[in-house]
C-alpha cells in the first residue's frame, strides 16, 4: 500500500494551493482516516487535517480552520487539502498518512502520529511574497 501526495508549489501569500493524496493498494481502504501532516524547517511535524474515508467525518487543526478544507472522492481514492488565504508561516512539506482509527473529530485530533502507518513521501508547500 502507498500514498503518494502531489499539488504543492510556490504561492504568494493569500493564495491557494490544492494538494492531493493519492492511496492505491490498500484493503478496505474505507476503515482508513487519512491524515494530512506537514513539517516546516526546525520545527516539529503537525496535524492538520484528517478525514475518515467511509463516513467522511473530519478533523481540522485551529491553526489553519476556516482556510483549510479537507474532503475526499471515494471514486478515486483520493483525499483533497484545499489550502486558501495561506501565509507564509503555512510554508512546509506536507504529508498524508493513513491509519486504522475512531472516526469521530476528537479521537481523530488525539490520535498520535505515530500510530500511522502509511506516510506519502511529502510534497512542498512555500508561501512568500
Known amino acids: 500500500a502507498q500514498l503518494v501526495e502531489s499539488g504543492g508549489g510556490a504561492v504568494q501569500p493569500g493564495g491557494s494551493l490544492r494538494l492531493s493524496c493519492v492511496a492505491s493498494g490498500f484493503t478496505d481502504l474505507d476503515k482508513y482516516n487519512i491524515g494530512w501532516f506537514r513539517q516546516a524547517p526546525g520545527k516539529e511535524r503537525e496535524g492538520v487535517s484528517c478525514?475518515?474515508?467511509?463516513?467522511?467525518?473530519?478533523y481540522v487543526a485551529d491553526s489553519v480552520k476556516g482556510r483549510f478544507t479537507i474532503s475526499r472522492d471515494v471514486t478515486k481514492n483520493t483525499v483533497y487539502l484545499q489550502m486558501d488565504s495561506l501565509k507564509p508561516e503555512d510554508t512546509a512539506v506536507y504529508y498524508c498518512?493513513?491509519?486504522?482509527?475512531?472516526?469521530?473529530?476528537?479521537?481523530?485530533?488525539?490520535?498520535?502520529?505515530?500510530?500511522?502507518?502509511?506516510w506519502g513521501q511529502g510534497t512542498q508547500v512555500t508561501v512568500s511574497s
Open positions: 478525514i475518515a474515508m467511509d463516513k467522511g467525518t473530519t
Open positions: 498518512a493513513a491509519v486504522v482509527g475512531w472516526t469521530t473529530p476528537q479521537a481523530m485530533e488525539d490520535m498520535p502520529e505515530y500510530e500511522y502507518d502509511y
